[in-house]
DNA sequence: TTCCAGGCGTATC
DNA sequence: GATACGCATGGA
């Protein structure tokens, strides 16, 4: 074992096959369970939790135990490069979760969940995972998005789409969704929205250019700038969160939400569902 | 059987 | 701008 210190929000060390890292404020059930991802799947396991999952086409198993967390299979390169940035490990969530915690209700749904991370999703898989996922339940959401990468052999590109119809959709069984999939391929592919300009714009910006797409409006063009562009202030409104603000913030979010609303959305999002708050 | 699910497009006023 | 309704599918 090979210790080494990286930053101030995490230390890792390496063996053979491994990348065991040490950090807090992350909870694999928490964070992969919340509904921000649909690909993450728990494995029966001798650890806390052990998790199965993907970021674009590269596979990862990862387990926790108490504030370590083991990536198998996992070179220091990748785990660098990618899973680092995936699990959003050089954001001080300490910080974060101290000034949500100012107002009362966030303090509850904090507490109730600190591990809770935004993950740094893919785009283009944010994009079709949300268009799937309106008027639709979790379960149901993986299921489709689970059928799409059989049919793809991996969760595809949105260019790998272009030659795509109704009927070779047909196999996901998504309902009306699937001409809205269909647009959303139309329009990327063809740059009628610009996705890489995306990040650059403001939530306000990148919402109205998300809504050029059929199938994307509000909620769903939110949840693709926060999970797939992590601008943390970009606030989805569900019927969940629709819930939340009647009960709670009837006259708008508390000031110490200001820039991180997404983040405080998802500590929300997650309580409200758990019959925390 | 009916209701609901991380909504949205369309018609109508 | 606001409100009402339909929409595919499947689990509760």
Same mark, same amino acid.
């Given at each position: ?15 053979? #096959? ?61 785990? &660098? ?8 490990? #050089? ?140 601008? &943390? ?11 939340? #603000? ?32």
């Amino acid at each position: 074992m090979n210790p080494i210190r990286y930053d101030a929000m995490f230390d890792y060390s390496t063996d053979k #096959n491994d990348v065991t890292v040490r950090c807090d404020h992350l909870d694999l059930r928490q964070t992969l369970d919340c509904g921000q991802a649909f690909r993450w799947a728990e494995l029966p396991s001798d650890y806390d939790c052990t998790f199965t999952g993907f970021y674009k086409k590269k596979p990862l198993t990862v387990s926790q135990d108490k504030d370590r967390f083991i990536f198998h299979n996992t070179s220091e390169d990748e785990f &660098l490069s990618c899973w680092a940035d995936y699990f959003d490990l #050089n954001e001080d969530y300490a910080a974060l979760a101290a000034r949500l915690s100012e107002d009362s209700t966030l303090a509850a749904a904090v507490s109730f969940a600190p591990g809770i991370r935004i993950l740094r999703q893919d785009f283009e898989e944010c994009l079709i995972s949300f268009i799937i996922s309106q008027n639709n339940n979790i379960p149901r959401i993986k299921g489709i998005i689970s059928r799409l990468c059989e049919l793809c052999g991996g969760f595809p590109d949105i260019s790998e789409l272009r030659s795509a119809d109704e009927e070779f959709l047909s196999p996901l069984r998504a309902g009306f969704r699937t001409k809205y999939l269909l647009d959303c391929v139309e329009k990327v592919s063809s740059g009628d929205v610009d996705c890489s300009g995306i990040f650059s714009m403001s939530v306000d910006e990148g919402t109205a250019e998300l809504k050029k797409i059929k199938g994307v409006g509000e909620k769903v063009a939110k949840c693709v700038l926060l999970f797939g562009c992590h601008k &943390l202030d970009a606030y989805p409104v569900d019927v969940w969160m629709k819930r939340v #603000n009647e009960r709670f913030y009837p006259d708008g979010l508390p000031e110490c939400t200001r820039g991180i609303e997404g983040a405080a959305q998802q500590y929300l999002f997650y309580a409200i569902r758990n019959g925390a708050i």
